[in-house]
């Protein structure tokens, strides 16, 4: 899943509203414009609609799923624009910072899982560990499993033996990467700084741009 396209989708209408802006307090929110016959004014929808909080020494990230606690320098925003690598996400680095619940930030990934398991066999294949027919016979094993589940995945790999080949130290292997979310999150924060910053510079954003708004409109589903 390419997140960076997704978030341009998900935000290409996209307005934001300055609710508070004093010094390192701030308060953005950024909501998609619905245009719904016979409106003459734009409805904001609820679709994918994030906040970007600050106070001195922290960020707080809130939308249209998890929340998100950073906590690292005075202002923020200067930290997020520091860090950015070319103007992207500087993902393990930012995971380091939260300082909201570990464990929302990585999730089992199934792909990974596989490309995992294909290394390792590769690994073993070229040291000569490998009987016959055991790429064939680790296929049909798996077909046992779900392995859209962790548990199940790890399963598949404690029970696995072939003419007394197997996995090794399979505890050790990690399967979990960033959940698609909280890379969602860090491309909004990105982005929404720097619309941030276009207009406290009175000049156009980079990227697809929302238009600021100043009053808060009515919210539909």
């Not at 950024?30 to 016959?37: K, L």
């Not at 899982?113 to 055991?134: K, L, Q, S």
């Not at 090794?168 to 720097?194: K, L, S």
Request: proline share 5%; hydrophobic share 40%; aromatic share 16%.
């Amino acid at each position: 899943m390419d997140v960076q396209k997704r978030f341009v989708l998900n935000t290409a209408d996209h307005a934001m509203t300055v609710l508070h802006d004093d010094g390192l307090y701030r308060h953005l929110r950024f909501q998609q414009e619905v245009w719904r016959p016979p409106l003459v004014k734009p409805r904001l929808s609820s679709i994918y609609w994030f906040e970007l909080i600050t106070v001195p020494g922290s960020l707080v990230f809130r939308g249209d799923g998890e929340s998100f606690v950073f906590a690292h320098d005075t202002d923020m925003f200067a930290f997020f624009r520091m860090s950015a690598w070319q103007g992207r996400p500087n993902l393990s680095y930012w995971a380091e910072k939260v300082t909201s619940e570990q464990s929302a930030l990585k999730k089992y990934d199934e792909e990974l899982f596989v490309r995992t398991i294909r290394e390792h066999f590769v690994e073993e294949v070229r040291d000569g560990g490998v009987p016959p027919g055991a790429s064939k016979v680790l296929l049909s094993h798996a077909e046992d499993y779900d392995l859209m589940y962790e548990e199940q995945a790890r399963a598949m790999l404690d029970d696995f033996e072939h003419r007394g080949f197997r996995f090794y130290d399979t505890w050790e292997w990690d399967f979990r990467d960033y959940d698609w979310w909280f890379v969602w999150a860090c491309h909004a924060i990105v982005w929404g700084i720097r619309q941030y910053d276009a207009v406290k510079a009175d000049r156009p954003a980079p990227g697809h741009a929302p238009r600021e708004i100043s009053v808060e409109l009515p919210a539909v589903a």
